[in-house]
């Protein structure tokens, strides 16, 4: 049910109804977009700061242009929930029983004020870039533009977008909202390059964009509707490129998000007086802590560590080694190619880079896993969050680090079942001076299991032998491939159970061993089949009469399904993988 | 034998000789690289124009750093020809007899003056990055250098690097080496950011590095020997990071590399009287005049086609459509990201994009592959050249492709075996509005073949029906496939040969009929096996009795191995595979 019916965002079905309202309604307006942000955010979680600091600028967005047919690119857009409410879907808001039905980012099923599904950073000048030239090789004259936070600009995509840009030849309109954040603090020489031209009210002579060649303008306050209106007419129908740089507040309205906006990027569901999270806190052990903990340890112990990563270090616990040994570690900003090649930098100097990324992330420094780390072999550390089935966004999924790691030469990618197997595995990595090893955290949760130390430099599989069926269950699926064991036994079978460690390298003597007694072999592997661990056994296989069955995601994006959901219609919950194994014994 | 013993040249055993050299010595050592170079690429082809145009920079950087202590990192390493020469490897130039000794690009197996194989562009700055920040934990207090083109800037690795590198605390020097040519004609903002600065003697206001917070220096002339060891010395254990720009003149000595940059920036062997080639050129059709032929028809058919390409046209025969529809052409610069994303800025727009990308340089590309194309489900069209085994140096290898693309939801990768398949295959992905399709350019000469026009919406095996032995052969390894048929004709098995067309999606109707009549599937790919097309078919028949075996290359990066060698070493040749069969069979 409606919560809000007496708001005048209720008087908004599309973006011209917006075009009515006078500056006080727009001031009014924003007031309602950001009660309605803290009520679901506060409720659902979700991002916050980002949106919060975006509202006055959308307003006048739309005010200004006409939506469809003037089309804004919204990067990463998770700053599209004010654009959403004033583009037809305040239901989402409004309505507490319909938080669900509108997704978190920009998302073209819901309608045609969306012009891309997005979520990684740094790609809207590209796109935007892409439709410009398209209309005007059509002969089109709509607006196109891209807006992009400071934060994003790290991302060299976002220069590659700026460089094509610069040139074009007709109506193009880049807006840098420049909210002096990132995720967490922004860094870089672009952090130093926009605080002069802020500084200067977008008058210092040393202007990266009108060095490229780009008309310039500035508006000190992006959060004044009436000076964002002023600044979109005067930007609007442009015959030439233009960047249009607005100072705006991340988190704007709610104190304790512009106190401390990194807490509130993005966040979970909180109580709106206390703004304390109700989600309660764990201080078991965890991955996360096994990992942190495990470099605390080392840098205690003298060793030349330097963790590093791309901007999201409270992601990965990395605040503490931020705050307490700055110079053992390093925010890149959002740029994920110069993460890894950066850590291949650094060890090749003699220092021990932990590198942290995100799956999903990852995807943008591909190329540096194998041109600057595999081809040059370099013994680095990779710690990867996130690499598993979730009920994330399309644009977030982690189901494919298998196939973009383990087919790589020389990565070792190991995936730990235990909370000290992990321990282990990041031993040995550090110490090691041989190959990449990459290791792949847990997406679920994971037991503390006894204590071990290996050497992982050849890979032996853990087994529990049985026979006629062999259960190969890789890392936080080996808790999967326990319940399938327990339940063959009802069958009857009494199947083999085995941690295969390593997502990349196989065993093939205890392959071979299970040729004996076995039929079927079946994986398990959190993550995409098509390309990925489970496959590379079947390839190994595929000479003899010993069969095999992959269980894991087909390929597909999903967007927002619930992971049980997921597991559902690809036959991973236990009694399902039991009735296959019964189905293809026959 | 040494062909030039009189050489100033034969003095330097490593950089410390060339300090006790004078200005003038230097001058003539200048010139005595410029022969080599020319005599080596003449005879045997390479890099041409970058090594032309940097000797002057390189002989001072020796004269006045101290390497190996002191390092520099050059970007994509093309241009390190005089580098070598005066770092222990002048035998690769001096005498012909070890032409083949020294490897094109920086390699530290040969010797301590490499840091390492780099062979992709814009990698430098984030890799010397790494190393300065190591050197400080460390304690120590080398000059850490990265040394890049103008054309490499265009990659937005170079600027997330030069972001990092901008706040780093302590010695860093970046030299950008201005010579006002990418591959091609340098595009975009950069380029006019750069050109302000030359016009002006480096004192233009906006400059984009003082921006940032870099201290910079500029040189007028980068091939003036004293100029150049001025700015070095200058340069030289500074305390903070400082951009070096120098200008200079790519295929400086040698008049039609001045004059064509282009056609000069890696040759072919050719005549040094005529400047012409000594390869024959062939006007048969060909994959490339096919695809560009392609192109030409749909333009003049009316159809708003945009050919895009990442700073290489000439490898794929664009210079006719970039000068004669120069509206329908775009070169996005070393941007493989932007390349990809503008793409799917321009298809959302009503634009047809079709888009040109090396395999090797693609892997830069891999996050767009996903995130913006595949998620978005946009009908692109991708021409993937460089996708084989080949006897390229690591960082250049195009075996990866098959578990790039082949793995992402939505994408079709298909492979043609014949020139007329190729035709069809360009007409259907440019028609169809469902997908993103990508086509595998074969590395190995395709027949034309007969004409084929077909729907690739589902994949119809074709199949020269045969029992017991099944052939999957891949693009343009149809035809080892046929050669190996043949010979298992002769040991008296009548094999099914079959063209799976594409790479990603399998004909399950076809595969299922094989177990009729058939006990081993062969697959054959002209990729790395792991992560590729056999292993989608190995799991597939997993479940089943029938027996699969994936041929391929192996997990590995040859490094300049002939393909004749690389196919030995992987059991690819025609009898091998044949013996592997009956040895399966059993």
Redesign the interface.
């Known amino acids: 049910m409606n919560k809000h019916p007496e708001f005048l965002l209720n008087k908004i079905g599309n973006p011209q109804d917006l075009k009515k309202f006078s500056l006080d309604e727009m001031k009014k307006l924003a007031e309602e977009i950001r009660t309605l942000i803290l009520e679901k955010d506060s409720a659902e979680g979700g991002h916050l700061g980002p949106d919060l600091g975006i509202v006055e600028a959308t307003i006048a967005y739309h005010y200004v242009f006409n939506a469809p047919e003037d089309k804004m ?1 919204w990067d990463v857009s998770h700053q599209t929930y004010p654009h959403k409410m004033l583009t037809g879907r305040a239901y989402g808001w409004l309505d507490p029983d319909r938080y669900e039905d509108v997704t978190p980012y920009t998302n ?1 099923d819901e309608g045609p004020y969306d ?6 950073t ?2 809207s000048i ?13 002969g ?1 004259h709509e607006n ?1 533009a891209a807006l992009i936070g400071d934060g994003s600009l ?14 074009e030849k007709h109506n193009l309109l880049i807006v840098i909202n420049d909210n002096q954040m990132s995720i967490d603090e922004n ?7 926009l605080k ?1 031209l802020r500084d200067s009210n977008g008058k ?5 964009f ?5 008309d310039y303008r500035y508006v000190a306050d992006g959060n004044d509707i009436q000076a964002m209106i002023d600044a979109f007419k005067a930007t609007k129908d442009v015959d030439h490129p233009i960047v249009l740089h607005i100072n705006t507040l991340k988190g704007k309205g709610y104190q304790p998000a512009v106190e401390h906006e990194r807490e509130h990027h993005w966040v979970l569901p909180f109580d709106l007086k206390t703004d304390k999270t109700k989600i309660p806190s764990s201080d078991a052990p965890s991955a996360k802590s096994v990992a942190v903990d495990f470099i605390k340890d080392k840098i205690k112990a003298g060793e ?1 560590i ?1 963790a590093i990563n791309a901007a999201i270090p409270s992601v990965f616990g990395l605040i503490d080694i931020k705050d307490n040994y700055p ?2 570690y ?1 925010d ?2 959002i ?1 994920e ?2 993460s890894v ?11 021990k ?1 932990i590198l942290f990324e995100n799956s999903t992330f990852l ?2 420094a ?3 896993l ?3 780390i ?3 072999d370099l013994p680095i550390t990779m710690i990867v969050t996130g690499g598993g089935i979730s009920g994330q966004s ?2 977030h999924l982690g189901i ?1 680090d298998n ?2 790691i ?5 990565w070792q990618y190991l995936a730990p079942t235990t909370l000290n197997e992990l321990r282990s595995m990041l031993e040995w990595a550090n110490k090691q001076d041989k190959h990449p090893v990459a290791i792949k955290m847990p997406v679920l949760k994971l037991p503390m299991g006894k204590e071990v130390s290996e050497d992982y430099s050849t890979i032996h599989y853990d087994i529990e032998r049985g026979s006629k069926v062999a259960i190969i269950a890789l890392g936080d699926f080996y808790h999967l491939g326990e319940q399938v064991r327990d339940l063959l036994k009802d069958k009857d079978i009494n199947a083999s159970l085995i941690n295969p460690k390593s997502a990349s390298d196989l065993d093939s003597e205890a392959l071979d061993d299970l040729t004996k007694d076995h039929e ?1 072999v079946i994986t398990l592997e959190d993550n ?5 661990f ?3 056994i ?2 190994y ?5 010993m ?4 269980f894991g995601e087909k ?3 999903t967007d927002n399904e619930s992971r049980e959901s997921i597991y559902k219609r690809n036959g991973l919950l236990p009694e399902q993988i039991v009735d296959e194994v019964i189905s ?1 014994l026959g």
């Open positions: 690119v073209p012009y891309y599904a997005v979520g990684h740094s790609t590209a796109l935007a870039t892409g439709m410009a030239r398209a209309r005007d090789l059509i089109g196109i790290t991302g060299g995509m976002a220069f590659e977008g700026l460089n094509n840009a610069a040139v860094v870089g020489g672009v952090v130093t390059a002069k210092a002579a040393d202007n990266p009108t060095a490229m060649g780009f030349n330097l110079e053992h390093k890149v900003g740029a190619q110069e090649a950066f850590a291949a930098g650094a060890v090749k100097e003699g220092a880079p995807q943008r591909y190329d540096q194998s041109h600057d595999a081809a040059n399309k644009t494919f196939m973009m383990a087919n790589w030469p020389n079927l995409q089949i098509s390309g990925g489970g496959q590379k079947a390839s296989y595929g000479p003899t009469k069969m095999v069955k992959n390929k597909e994006y293809v």
